[in-house]
Structures are given as C-alpha cells and as structure tokens.
C-alpha cells in the first residue's frame, strides 16, 4: 500500500503521523510511504531521517494526497485536507468528530473511509489509541493548571502543594479514567488535596485500593460536582463517552460559586468540553475568563510536547497502521473486530451509532 504522511496544519501542531522507525517498519513490510518535506521537524526528526528510513519525501501535501492509499495523521483534517481527499482514500486520524459537524459532513462528501484513532477498542473495551494522548493531557492538566494558579498570569495566587503551615490547593478532578488518574497522580506528586468524581462506584473502589489515603474520591452526583467546584481551586474535566459528546457537567450557575482566579482545565474539549462555558483554544490562545475562573481548553494539549506525544501515539498506532497496509481496509476490520469500532465514516455514511447520535445524523452500519 502506498501511505501517505502530510505535515500537521492546525495552530501550534508539531507532532507526525508517522515517525522514520514507523516509517521504516511498513517499508519492512512492503509498503511505500510519503512524506510532505519537514512533517517531523517539530519533533526533531529531519527530512534525511525519513529518507533513511525508506520513505520519499514529498514538497507539498497536495502531493502526498495523490500519490497515497492511506492517509496517516494526528489531528482531524483541516477544510483544505478534507478537499483533497477522495473516495479512495483510507484515513487513519484522531476525528472527534462528535463535536465537529461540518467535518463530518466534509468527510462524508469526500467519500473516504476513515478510521478514528479515539474509537478503536482493545479486548476489554478500552481505547488504546486515545490512552498515549489522554495519560500526557492528565499530566500537563497538572502543569498547566499549577501555573495559572499563579498570580502573574491571572491566577488566585496559590502554591498547588502549599507549604508547612499553610493548606494545599484543593483539586476536583471529574472522571477516574486514564486522564485523570495521571492528573491525580501528577496533583498528588505535587502534594495537592486531590479529589476523583466518578459515576462507577466500581471505579471509585479501584481508584481507592490504587491511591488509598493520597487521594479522596467521591460519587459525580450534580450536588457533589455543585460542591467541589464551590471548594476546589483548580478543576479538571476528564470525562469521556467514547465517541460522543461530553456531558456538561459545571453550568454558569456552578462556576458563579467559584473562587476569583481559580482554573477550570477541560480535557474533554475535543469532544466538546465538559464545563457549560467551554470553547475550544489554541497554544497560542491558551485561556479566556468566565466570572473571574481561567479556562484552559487547548484541544490539542499534547502538541504542546510534541516530541514526547508522537513518540508515544506512534508506539499505539503502529500495529494497526501495518495492518491495514497489509490487509487494506475492509479486510482487516472484518478481521479485528476492535479495528472495525474505529470506523467513523466511509461511502458518505456515518459508521459510528454515537457519532451520528451526537450530530443528529443518519446512522448506517458498515
């Protein structure tokens, strides 16, 4: 198969579909691959480092489109990428599409099948393409809410650990899966009163036996969410409904409760963010205020480390991307079942029940 790997062109995007020892594993396996000329500078990784890996380098990404079967990226398809994609084509990305209904409707006109990354499954129903990008942005929600918490950038002026003598920041994160058990982790590294809300009691018991006295966990009753955004200094979002739209759990009337200067880090702005004043920012544009509370919601956190966060997705990726090379598409879904659950879109049709319930549009199963 002929794949392709054009350069990211969202705001502030530095990772790559494919890293040279990816490249160099499907030209192992047969397949030819192109690359748009310096799609890994932002990770340090050169043109002359593809070219050793086997791959061809190509000078626009108009040129990766017509000479590639399948199309390998990280973030969803900017307008000018969707109009380069054809019924041929076979699209391997992260879509979220839940949020995004004019890329659905893009990518259906298009006629592509395309595969999202943030809807494949694993044997037990977890999502091993979407766990590298969800484990870096529950640590860097840490980060960056530890520093906008300082008063410089307009924050309420508070040391997340605190120190002897005085109170540690207080910590809400909502949703105990993989994102905010690494929040959890980096916030309690940090000495910070950690709190996980969840609506799995079965969750909560395994987060307790996991962290035991570090962390308080607590049932994501609205009442209990009502209160710990009352409580806490810093927030974090990291709820997920695989493919769908994140419920809003914190309304205008919440966030009024909070303190001045307090964060609120939406991790699950991809899928449309989990707060009622959530909308999407960039690197460049971090944060916004709403009632004197930060928001910080970067829908791509993990370009921010980019180097770290190709790496680590690629590590993922790869053995699907080999397969469908070698199986092309319709045979290794019909194989790999988990695979299949990717399928988002193809032959204009939304493939995915909770994509096309999140944007009222018909569902049509492969």
């Not at 790997?5 to 490249?23: F, M």
């Not at 964060?263 to 707060?275: K, M, P």
Request: charged share 20%.
């Amino acid at each position: 198969m002929r794949v392709g790997v054009p350069k990211e062109i969202k705001v502030h995007e530095y990772r790559v579909g494919l890293t040279p020892a990816s490249v160099a594993e499907l030209v192992a396996h047969g397949h030819e691959v192109f690359v748009e000329t310096k799609a890994g500078s932002g990770i340090d990784c050169p043109d002359a480092a593809y070219q050793k890996a086997g791959a061809t380098i190509l000078p626009t990404a108009a040129d990766v489109f017509a000479k590639s079967d399948m199309i390998v990226k990280v973030k969803e398809p900017r307008p000018q990428e969707i109009a380069m994609l054809e019924s041929r084509h076979l699209l391997f990305t992260y879509l979220h599409l839940a949020a995004d209904k004019p890329q659905a409707e893009g990518l259906m006109k298009s006629g592509a099948t395309c595969i999202a990354y943030e809807t494949v499954t694993s044997r037990t129903g977890a999502l091993p393409l979407l766990k590298p990008m969800s484990e870096v942005a529950g640590r860097m929600s840490i980060q960056v809410g530890a520093h906008y918490l300082e008063k410089e950038p307009g924050g309420r002026g508070v040391l997340l650990g605190g120190v002897p003598g005085v109170a540690p920041a207080r910590v809400a994160i909502l949703g105990g899966g993989v994102a905010g058990v690494n929040a959890a982790q980096m916030a309690v590294g940090m000495r910070a009163d950690v709190t996980i809300y969840d609506i799995s009691n079965e969750r909560l018991a395994e987060l307790d036996m996991f962290f035991g006295s570090q962390i308080k966990t607590a049932y994501a009753s609205r009442d209990a969410i009502a209160r710990a955004v009352d409580e806490a200094e810093l927030v974090i979002g990291a709820v997920l409904v695989p493919g769908a739209a994140a419920p809003k759990l914190v309304t205008r009337d919440m966030l009024k409760t909070m303190k001045r200067g307090s964060v609120l880090v939406d991790i699950a702005i991809d899928q449309g963010g989990c707060f009622e004043t959530s909308h999407a920012t960039t690197h460049s544009d971090p944060v916004y205020e709403v009632d004197g509370v930060i928001h910080y919601c970067v829908a791509n956190m993990p370009g921010a480390v980019a180097r770290t966060s190709a790496f680590a997705l690629n590590n993922a990726t790869l053995p699907f991307a080999i397969k469908l090379a070698n199986l092309g598409a319709e045979e290794a879904m019909r194989q790999d079942p988990h695979l299949a659950n990717g399928l988002n879109v193809s032959g204009g049709k939304i493939r995915h029940e909770a994509v096309a319930e999140a944007l009222d549009l018909p569902y049509e199963p492969a």
